[in-house]
């Protein structure tokens, strides 16, 4: 049975703990107002440039561009997993592993997958349960730029056009609220047109006259644009779990100290009752 000093110094140990974890919600909480002020910037222009691409896609011939037109099945498929760097932030990570290792069910019996890694979390995860990789980045969301997603964004068209893969994929976590993340699966290349009706498929006049060379300058821009929104939506909704995670682990440390406080309460009552029966006892003995 545990002493009265050892349930003293558990309760000085929650305590603690509960002063650590609330000190790091309030970290969260600067971070991903920080962060989510960068995604919401970062949102309008992507969705725009998303909108012009589409449409500019549907007014030219799919077999234009390497980037427009489906590959032949049976070359594999390439994903990119983006988790985070970092632990203490709930089922943040774990939900990106299990909906990935969910993918791979879905998918492996029709072609080989391939998978490009960001994070240190996943790094770590699929060293353990190895699946085959052509690439990774981590340790750069502390100090996000629109070239890390551009490097990302570079690697995977190479890739893409080097390997041919039927698809491109996307698995990361959505940032919805500060307490609600998305889990998103999402199919990046071959790029997808805008379902236009005929009257609207007319031509653009291009200039220069080429084409092939504006796609491509246009889907180049396009995939950095839509790899550095996901980078900021995944890191807002990192934050937005940490800070939720650290919230409940200090909730959790208030209820254990209110039980070891109450334990510790009955030991020191029993122990008071025991000494006084003692005392009552031995006065009893000497009459």
Known sequence: MATLRDIKKRIGAVKNIEQITRAMKMVAAAKLRKAQERMMAARPYARHLRSVMASVAARVPSDLHPLLRPNPPGK?????????????CGSFNAQIFRRTRRFIEEHESDAPIRFYLVGRKALGYF???????????????R??????????????VDDYLRNLPSALYVIYNEF????????????????SPA???????????YEPDDPEEIMTNLIKQHMEVQIFTIFLESYSAEQAARMQAMENAADNA????????????????AGITKELAEIVGGAEALK
């Open 76 to 88: 594999g498929i390439a994903c990119l997993v983006v988790s985070a760097d970092r632990g203490l």
């Open 195 to 205: 379902d236009l009706p005929p009257a609207h498929r007319s031509d653009y006049i």
């Open 254 to 269: 208030v209820d254990l100290r209110a039980d070891l406080t109450l334990l510790y309460n009955r030991a020191r009552q």
């Open 143 to 156: 100090t996000l730029e629109f070239a890390n997603g551009a490097q990302v964004a570079t690697n995977l």
């Open 127 to 141: 060293k353990v349960h190895p699946v085959e990789t052509f690439g990774s980045m981590q340790d750069f969301f």
């Open 176 to 191: 919805k609220s500060a307490v609600a993340q998305k889990l998103v699966v999402e199919k990046l290349l071959p790029f």
